[in-house]
């Protein structure tokens, strides 16, 4: 029997790395949750590189329809390089890093602080210089992630940021959505794409599409295309795709469209249909389209978790395609675990 890879079995302690947050963060979270109501911040800044990084773009789509409050990220080195002084007053800041190391997300949380912010780390590292540069801190409890390739930290920290926002927001329909997710990402976990896997077979290129919250997750599998599979991947806002990327589109060209149960899943399945009829081989996860093909996927019980257990059947296939292509997902080549940046 061949041996399961690190980032296989990781996959497969999502729902228990979920639960055990949910389990031993609550307190944590009403604490911050508290803290950032009495602010009642006019914006939110973040700061994060990578995986994390996509957790803060899907956390921008949560702050923005759920609580009205834009979001944008600010560059760690206009901390780390160019120490510039930002005005921060009335604002919040949410630095996200498994590690908690990198000394540019500890320099620019450092200075959100003393420029005004109230700064919040979401870390696996409680101890971490980001969680003692910051007022507060959120341990997303994934426990020991070994491979290479983030899974169970980027839904932990997903979670933890999604849950800060709904309490804060005292949102109970969201609140009971993001309780039953462990039971809703062990399903999700056991789902691979093979007709994705297939599509893609010998091609170096691909697309993915996502809109809305979703743009996060399709963010995310790009940067797993590459980083586990040598595979060039670009994501692409579903309206944005057709401003110009769509001209490299040839037949059999694959693209990977991600859906939640909202708003947007009208207009992503109406941009998968047209990107099939130009004769590439799309796949998304909505049964809302008719020219391409729609994927198995597990509905989560609202549209702003759907993106969480997408993103769990999305990390089973591409696990599984790197393997088939003998690539080791746990080693991608020229990288490891904790990348430090200034």
Not at 82 to 97: E, F, H, I
Not at 125 to 143: R, V
Request: include cysteine; charged fraction near 15%.
């Amino acid at each position: 029997m061949t041996q399961s890879t690190k980032m296989r079995r990781e996959i497969d302690e999502i729902p228990a790395a979920v639960d055990r947050l949910l389990t031993q963060g609550a307190a944590d979270i009403a604490s911050v949750a508290n803290a950032v109501r009495g602010l009642d911040p006019a914006f939110v800044m973040t700061v994060a590189r990578g995986s994390s990084d996509h957790v803060c773009t899907y956390l921008k789509y949560v702050s923005e329809i759920l609580l009205g409050v834009p979001v944008a990220s600010v560059g760690p080195s206009v901390g780390s390089i160019y120490d510039s002084t930002l005005k921060l007053n009335k604002g919040l800041s949410v630095a996200v890093s498994q590690s908690g190391q990198s000394p540019d997300i500890v320099a620019m949380a450092g200075n959100a602080g003393r420029d005004g912010a109230l700064t919040v780390a979401l870390t696996n590292d409680a101890g971490s210089p980001l969680a003692q540069a910051s007022a507060h801190t959120l341990n997303i409890h994934a426990g020991p992630e070994l491979s290479v390739a983030a899974t169970k930290t980027f839904v932990t920290s997903a979670v933890a940021g999604l849950w800060l926002m709904a309490e804060w927001d005292r949102n109970t329909a969201l609140l009971a959505a993001i309780r039953a997710l462990p039971k809703q990402l062990e399903a999700a976990a056991q789902i691979n794409w093979p007709e994705v896997r297939e599509a893609i077979g010998a091609h170096q290129s691909l697309f993915t599409l996502g809109r809305g919250q979703a743009l996060a997750v399709s963010n995310e599998a790009a940067l797993k295309f590459k980083e586990t599979c040598q595979l060039h991947a670009e994501s692409y806002s579903s309206a944005e795709v057709l401003h110009g990327p769509v001209s490299i589109v040839g037949e059999g060209f694959p693209v990977l469209g991600f859906a939640a149960a909202d708003a947007a899943e009208g207009a992503l399945a109406d941009i998968s249909d047209q990107i099939a009829a130009k004769g590439a081989q799309v796949f998304a996860t909505t049964n809302r389209v008719q020219g391409a093909a729609c994927i198995d996927h597990i509905r989560t019980d609202h549209g702003l978790t759907d993106p969480l257990s997408l993103i769990v059947s999305f990390y089973s296939m591409v696990e599984a395609f790197a393997t088939s292509r003998g690539i080791d997902p746990d080693a991608p080549r020229h990288l490891k675990k904790v990348t430090e940046t200034v």
